[in-house]
Each structure stands twice: as C-alpha cells, then as structure tokens.
C-alpha cells in the first residue's frame, strides 16, 4: 500500500497552478496549450528522458459537486495532476528528467505556485516533495520489468513469430543453425526506441461515455 | 484535451468522501493490498495496464506559497487514475459485470455513489465525476497489457531455449524446439490496429 508494486513505481503530484487575474491567458490555459503542442511519441520528454511507462499531465479545474444532498464546496486553486508509472522512485526520477528534458520541465511548471526552476535540484526536489500525494492503492499488470526491458520485449515477440512461421518444417539441422544465427541477430538489435509504433488516429479525445 | 494514446485510454475520476469514511477506506485498500486473492478479478480483467486509488486528506492539497489560498474543504477526496485498452463503455462494462462487489467496496464511501450495478447509474456517476487528460504518453502505444504479459513470457521461453540451444544435437533441439512452439503459440499475437474507440 504505497508508490511503489514490485519494481514499478506510480507517483502522483497535485501542483496547484497560479491564480493570477492579470495573467492573459490564465496560467491554466497556458499549461493546456503547451500540452496540446507536446509531442506524445518519439520526441515527447518521457520518451526522452528514461525510465517512463505511462504518464499523465491533467489541469484539475475544480473538484465536483455529486449533487444533493452532498454540499458543494470549490477549491481555491487549480492544480496540475501528474500521474506517473516509473522504474525509480522520485528522486533518480526527476534527476533523469532534469538531466534530459529541463526545457519542457520549465515550461509546464513555471505556472505553478512555488516552482523554483530546474537550475536548483535540491530545491526542485523539495517542492515535487511537498506537491506528492502518496498513492493508496497501486496497481500494475506487470510489475517487475522495466521499460527497456518490456520494449525488448515486444520486439523479440515479433521476431520470434515471424521466425515460427517461416521455419515451418525445416531440417533439424537447419533448424538449429538458423535458430543460433536468429538469436545472435536478435540479440544485436539495439532497443526499440519508446513512445513509438502507436496506431495512427489522428482523433485523441475519447471523452466520456463514447 | 488527449485520453488516449495508440491501444490505452486514460481515465481521471474524484469523489468526495466523508472524513471519517477515509479511514475506513484507507483499512479496505490494506486488505486488498496484503490479500493477493483479493485482487484476482482486477488481474483477471487483463486491459488495465496500471491503475490507482489516491484520498486526499481535505487538509493536504498541497499549500506551496502564502500567497496560495488555503483550500476550505469538507470532504476528503478519492482520485482514481486507470490505464486499460479499449472503449469507455467497455470499460465501465467490464468493470460493472466482473468486479461490482469489489467496486462497490471501494467507491461506496463516496458521496451518492449508487452502487456499480445496474450499469446505467454507474455510467451517469463515473461521467460526472470524470475529468479530461491534457498530456497522455505511453512507452508502448502499440501494445495491449495482454500484449505486454505475452512478450515477457515468450522472452522467458526463448531465453530457456536459448541457453540449450548451442550444445544440443539437432535432433535434440528440434524436440526442444517444438516443446518451445507449443508453449508460446498462446502468445505470438502481432500488435496490429486497436479497435475503434470512437
């Protein structure tokens, strides 16, 4: 009952964005527009940067009002939720963000309250201390592979289908050097690279109840 | 707005909790956590790749500055993130048949939660309470969980085959080989198109 399931981490931040009348565009929508331009495959920071399985950024406008008889209340603050399922808890994490993607850090979090830059890491790391909510109950389908290891995976599965199929029959000794050259390629092939190999749709909402 | 990416969807959802309720809920999630059995059907599901369950106290929303308007809440609040393949209303589906009581364990402590089954309430209630992605990214956009499962099993499998491979005879590895096929035939699935989500 923690961040952590096996060797799987799922970290979660709650960053409450400025509230700043005479910004315009609010900071709210300033962080939305930079997320709608942010590339989602090979060249967005959690491919970039190492160590990210899924991740998630949502602007959370308000919690919400179920209705009576429960009172409605607002919050004060908008905040940026960011979701993450990572091969290493916070700190190694955020070092290979910052080691990789500084850029794009900045620009998401300058609109959040007591943001202190990436220049300063140890005062980066206290404030994404002070923004972490703890996880209650975490859950992973496979919880003791890292992302490298898991694309190698997916890579090797498809080249071991292929070799099935077109081995069909073949002489045991044929077989069996085919088989050896196979794994010496295989194992040569560099990593397939994250974020990658996606269906095209060029639609990505998928809202509710669809 | 972006709640998917290639085969994954990704769903936010809050709901307000009585204070005193958390504590209850916070016992029911250290049961599941410590009883493995208990988490058999959320496994068994097979299209969530991660999901979670976070309470936020109503007096930890995260105060950065003096200048940050405290927050004046009365009711705690239950985050839940999932990452599953497939529609939204598969999803609730699924959910609602396969895992009502566990679901119901868990959300019954929020406020107007009507129960996950009938369906129908269950869908009004998630869609309320439900809030938009802005940024989604997954490593494997191509991938199902299940195809995930497979690819390990298969690299296990042919790593097994692997280190034999080189001081068998022939007619050896052709025995091992064909022991290797058969137990990774289940798992060979290409990773083509998701089905339509919209």
Not at chain 1, 168 to 182: A, I, T
Request: net charge negative; glycine share 6%; aromatic share 12%.
């Amino acid at each position: 009952m923690s961040n952590q399931n096996g060797s799987v981490y799922g970290l979660t931040f709650l960053c409450p964005i400025l509230n700043d009348a005479a910004a315009s565009p609010s900071h709210d929508l300033q962080i939305r527009n930079y997320l709608s331009k942010l590339d989602t495959g090979a060249g967005s920071p959690f491919a970039i940067a190492p160590g990210t399985h899924l991740a998630r950024l949502a602007v959370m406008d308000d919690v919400i009002y179920v209705g009576s008889p429960a009172i409605e209340e607002h919050l004060q603050s908008k905040y940026l939720v960011f979701e993450t399922n990572c091969d290493s808890d916070l700190e190694p994490y955020l070092r290979g963000l910052v080691g990789a993607v500084t850029s794009h850090i900045d620009a998401i979090w300058q609109h959040c309250t007591g943001y202190p830059g990436c220049a300063d890491f140890s005062r980066l790391l206290a404030y994404m201390k002070a923004c972490q909510i703890t996880t209650s109950f975490f859950f992973a389908a496979v919880n003791n592979k890292t992302v490298p290891q898991t694309l190698v995976a997916l890579q090797t599965q498809q080249a071991v289908a292929q070799f099935i199929a077109s081995h069909q029959g073949m002489e045991p000794v044929q077989l069996q050097r085919e088989f050896l050259d196979f794994i010496q390629w295989l194992r040569s092939q560099p990593p397939p690279a994250p974020g990658v190999g996606g269906p095209l749709r060029a639609i990505q909402t998928g809202g509710h109840n669809e | 707005m972006s709640n998917i990416n290639g085969k994954l969807y990704a769903m936010n959802a809050i709901t307000p909790m009585k204070p005193w309720k958390t504590w209850i809920l916070r016992l029911i999630f250290f049961l599941l956590w410590h009883i493995k059995s208990k988490q058999a059907d959320l496994i068994n599901l097979s299209f969530i790749q991660f999901a979670r369950w976070v309470i936020i106290p109503r007096n930890r929303f995260p105060s950065l500055s003096s200048d940050q308007k405290q927050e004046t809440l009365k009711y705690d609040y239950l985050l839940f993130f999932s990452n599953f393949n497939g529609t939204w209303n598969q999803y609730i589906d699924a959910f609602s048949d396969v895992l009502s009581d566990g679901l119901n364990l868990i959300w019954r402590w929020s406020e107007k939660f009507p129960g996950s089954v009938p369906v129908t309430g269950f869908k009004e209630y998630i869609a309320r309470v439900q809030f938009d992605t802005d940024y989604y990214y997954t490593s494997y956009p191509q991938a199902t969980a299940n195809d995930t499962k497979a690819a390990h099993i298969v690299v296990a499998a042919l790593d097994t085959l692997a280190a034999q491979a080189e001081t068998q005879t022939p007619e050896q590895f052709q025995a091992a080989y064909l022991q290797f096929v058969l137990a990774a035939q289940a798992n060979l699935g290409g990773l083509g198109e998701a089905p339509a989500v919209f």
